[in-house]
T-cell receptor, first 115, second 113 residues
């Protein structure tokens, strides 16, 4: 149980285009999901907290207009990187919080490369 | 505020040797504690967690960790390292809601054959 999926796992796009990443909790409902960014050889950096049916809460320094988050259902949150630039290239990981166990379960990550 | 310190960004052990990865935390209230493992180009997999109850927690793949409140530690151990244990390990702390996770900087474990 407690499986979180992400799609796509790999994406390459041209500079200026937008990319959508999906995060799904497959066998539990998640009121709250999280989006992280990870740079090579570093720990995870929390970008935003996504709450079902309401606006996401962004961490300081994260541009909300650039990283659009939608959490329309209890099993799906999406992160859209708008007008992507090469500096947005990174490994993006989502997690979903199990409401009962207060534990975050992580997706397998999405590697974004912007050319 | 909570914080997590993982001593040693790189740890090397011989195959079959004891694995010890250190984690200390600072928290004003009893936290929930977690160890996650990350293999290259993958997400984080939960190894084990402590919330309440028994302070010695057993996880997957033969790992265990002990919550020591007096030392504010949650070190991860495994009696005998296997080649497949080579990965990045993250210690994390959260409050009881699980909404705010604080991660350590990670420890890269290398297993030498």
């Amino acid at each position: 149980g407690a499986v979180v999926s992400q799609h796509p796992s790999w994406v390459i796009c041209k500079s200026g285009t937008s990319v959508k990443i999906e995060c799904r909790s497959l066998d539990f409902q998640a009121t709250t999901m999280f989006w992280y960014r990870q740079f090579p050889k570093q720990s995870l950096m929390l970008m935003a907290t996504s709450n079902e049916g309401s606006k996401a809460t962004y961490e300081q320094g994260v541009e909300k207009d650039k990283f659009l988050i939608n959490h329309a259902s209890l099993t799906l949150s999406t992160l859209t990187v708008t007008s992507a630039h090469p500096e947005d290239s990174s490994f993006y990981i989502c997690s979903a919080r199990d409401n009962i166990q207060s534990t975050q379960y992580f997706g397998p990550g999405t590697r974004l490369l912007v050319l | 505020a909570q914080s997590v310190t993982q001593l040693g960004s790189h740890v090397s052990v011989s195959e079959g040797a004891l694995v010890l990865l250190r984690c200390n935390y600072s928290s004003s209230v009893p936290p929930y504690l977690f160890w996650y493992v990350q293999y290259p180009n993958q997400g984080l997999q939960l190894l084990l967690k402590y919330t309440t109850g028994a302070t010695l927690v057993k996880g997957i793949n033969g790992f265990e960790a002990e919550f020591k409140k007096s030392e504010t530690s949650f070190h991860l151990t495994k009696p005998s390292a296997h080649m497949s244990d080579a990965a990045e390990y993250f210690c994390a702390v959260s409050d009881i809601t699980g909404n705010q996770f604080y991660f350590g900087t990670g420890t890269s474990l290398t297993v030498i054959p």
